[in-house]
Nanobody, 115 residues
Framework: VQLVESGGGLVQPGGSLRLSCAAS????????MNWYRQTPGKERELVAL????????NYADSVKGRFTISRDNAKNTVYLQMNSLKPEDTAVYYC?????????WGQGTQVTVSS
C-alpha cells in the first residue's frame, strides 16, 4: 500500500497550490479519502474529506470556501486545491485513506505560506 503526496512548497499569502495524492496497493474507489494537516506541537487536523464515489465532501471551517477536495478514481488520485492561502495554512499535509477498520497514510508534503 502506498499513498504519495506531491505539490507542496512555498507560496505567498493569497496564492494557490494543488496537492495530489497517488494511491496504489488497495482498491482506491472503495475508500473515503481525507486530507489532514499538522503543525509542530499540535494534533493532526482533518482539513477535508471526500466519499468513495466523490458525491459528498466536507471541510474544516477554517478552509471552507478556499479549499476544494476532488478525486479521480480512474487515476487512483485525490487532490486538494488550495486558494487564498494564509500563513496559518502552513503545515505538513497528509493524505489518508479510510474504510471500515483500515486506514492508510502518506508521508506528508510541506506547505509553507509566507512572504
Amino acid at each position: 500500500v502506498q499513498l504519495v503526496e506531491s505539490g507542496g512548497g512555498l507560496v505567498q499569502p493569497g496564492g494557490s497550490l494543488r496537492l495530489s495524492c497517488a494511491a496504489s496497493g488497495f482498491t482506491f474507489s472503495r475508500y473515503v479519502m481525507n486530507w489532514y494537516r499538522q503543525t509542530p506541537g499540535k494534533e493532526r487536523e482533518l482539513v477535508a474529506l471526500i466519499t468513495s464515489a466523490g458525491g459528498v465532501t466536507n471541510y474544516a471551517d477554517s478552509v471552507k470556501g478556499r479549499f476544494t477536495i476532488s478525486r479521480d478514481n480512474a487515476k487512483n488520485t485525490v487532490y486538494l486545491q488550495m486558494n487564498s492561502l494564509k500563513p496559518e495554512d502552513t503545515a505538513v499535509y497528509y493524505c489518508n485513506a479510510l474504510a471500515l477498520s483500515r486506514s492508510y497514510w502518506g508521508q506528508g508534503t510541506q506547505v509553507t505560506v509566507s512572504s
